[in-house]
């Protein structure tokens, strides 16, 4: 499925990649509604329709990432929250075995995730998967998702790479769409991003990666 004699780059997504959305889709879905609620004295069904709008008119921005926004726009430590709940990260199967077969190899790894520097920091320091990497790349630190252009843009003038040799793992569709768009040679989407629901069905035009056995270089 991966082409790995035309790779030099490899860049890789965080969350629903390497790391089991589930954390995420809990907390942004479940645990954080639940915590608006208490606070604005809503019960949880209003509390989860305001948010639910609310969140999703600012998706594929990079305020729909960033816990500073969410803390100012909601009144609530979001950060802090994540934080306290920091037992749920979990690194998808396969994952690791897919980082050490490519650390210290003739290709460079960089990590590209739209997550804000303080989630970043979070689950690296949960999980240690920051070890294999040659470089750790938030879009926050471009001002621009990985959705736009833009971050791509900077991501090769900060960090020089033939986009055609280059392969992106992401389990977003339109940040897929996107690498595509800039020229990148090599795709591959997430069968599986959150471990409790089921495999997405695979209709888009990229590979999809449901076991990261299956695909070692």
Not at 125 to 152: M, N, P
Request: proline share 5%; aromatic share 10%.
């Amino acid at each position: 499925m991966i082409n790995w004699n035309g790779i030099d780059t490899v860049l890789l997504d965080m969350d629903g990649t390497l790391l089991d959305l589930q954390f995420d889709n809990w907390f942004w879905q479940r645990h954080v509604p639940e915590q608006y609620a208490r606070i604005k004295g809503l019960d949880y069904a209003e509390a989860e329709r305001v948010l639910h709008d609310w969140i999703g008119s600012h998706m594929g921005t990079l305020n729909w990432y960033c816990l500073d926004f969410w803390t100012r726009e909601l009144g609530i430590d979001v950060a802090g929250l994540k934080r306290a709940a920091a037992e749920r990260i979990a690194v998808r199967p396969g994952a690791e075995t897919f980082l050490r077969s490519l650390a210290g190899g003739p290709r460079r790894v960089i990590m590209v995730t739209n997550a804000h520097r303080d989630a970043l920091d979070l689950k690296l320091e949960r999980t240690g998967i920051d070890r294999y990497f040659d470089a750790l790349v938030s879009s926050h630190d471009y001002g621009h998702a990985k959705e736009a252009q833009a971050f791509w843009q900077a991501l090769l003038e900060q960090h020089p790479f033939d986009p055609e040799r280059a392969l992106l793992v992401d389990d977003s569709l339109p940040v897929l769409h996107a690498g595509r768009l800039f020229g990148l040679g090599h795709l591959a989407s997430i069968l599986q991003p959150d471990s409790s629901l089921p495999c997405r069905a695979h209709t888009d035009p990229f590979p999809a990666i449901d076991d990261f056995h299956r695909v070692l270089p």
